[in-house]
């Protein structure tokens, strides 16, 4: 508003230059600022990576089902019945009541044509669709919610980096429920997130972002919260990263990252 109506220079040229955002991040903060959510972005196609690679929570083989040991039989076995079996004989008595059953006036019931019509009435009332491709608000609310990745080919990096950008300019604005989203949606994508090989330097990437324009570690110790998210995560899948060459060079590089890093590492005795 100071910007519009403040007598600002942008007022006057009716422009703002915001050389710390970008375009398609100032745009979900707008949308944030009219829906009080936003949509999150979308995961890129990476083609350069072999699509069959499994993670490695899902590599383990549980093996072909067991077979059954020599002398026992299998459970389908049990109910089969021979196909030359014959029936077992009915009652002549019992052929007799049938009958009788079957040709009192009382077996005999008569529908109307009401309760037929009433009968195909309701399940085509009920069946009527007025909006047939969906409520645009359970729509838009399905745009919101953060999404899991399914294969190795789904670059999540663009994902991960959106919403550490709009916590970061959500910071600078001091918007704190903005804040507060975005690192709920992140938190729901990193629990979510399955950690191919080949997907190590989505992290990577946002660790390296978190701590080349987050907020420096306080005097009292206290971490930024994005940090703190982002370096937990590495520390409780340190048995993967530890092994990628992307995550060394991250500790090569130095700085806060280092001593956050090794910090949470000791305090929860993960190297034991």
């Known amino acids: 508003r100071a910007l519009v109506y403040g007598g600002m220079v942008e007022s006057e040229k009716r422009c703002a230059d915001l050389e710390y955002i970008e375009p398609e991040d100032f745009a979900r903060y707008l949308e944030y600022a009219y829906r009080r959510d936003y949509t999150v972005p979308p995961w890129e196609q990476d083609d350069s990576v072999i699509k069959s690679q499994t993670p490695k929570s899902l590599a383990e083989d ?36 049938e009958e009788e059953v079957s040709n009192s006036p009382a077996r005999k ?10 009968a195909t009435l309701r399940p085509r009332f009920n069946s009527r669709n007025y909006i047939p491709n969906g409520d645009p608000k359970a729509a838009m609310i399905r745009q ?96 993967t990263f530890g092994k990628h060459k992307e995550f060394v060079r991250l500790l090569e590089d130095g700085g806060e990252f280092v001593g956050d890093f090794w910090s949470i590492v000791m305090k929860d005795n993960l190297l034991c």
């Open 62 to 97: 549980t093996g072909p089902p067991p077979v059954p040991e020599e002398g026992y039989p299998h459970e389908s076995m049990s109910d089969e019945v021979p196909m030359d079996a014959e029936p077992e004989p009915v009652a002549e008595d019992w052929v007799a009541y």
């Open 109 to 118: 019931v008569q529908v109307t044509p009401v309760k037929i019509r009433s």
């Open 144 to 239: 919101f919610a953060p999404e899991a990745n399914s294969t190795v080919q789904q670059n999540f990096t663009p994902v991960f980096l959106a919403h550490a950008r709009l916590y970061t300019f959500a910071g600078m604005r001091m918007v704190e429920p903005l804040k507060n989203l975005a690192l709920h949606k992140l938190h729901k994508t990193l629990l979510d997130f399955k950690l191919y090989h080949q997907r190590v330097g989505d992290v990577v990437e946002l660790a390296r972002y978190a701590y080349e324009h987050g907020k420096d570690r306080e005097d009292d110790g206290t971490m930024d919260e994005l940090r703190t998210l982002v370096v937990e995560y590495l520390a409780c899948e340190i048995s």
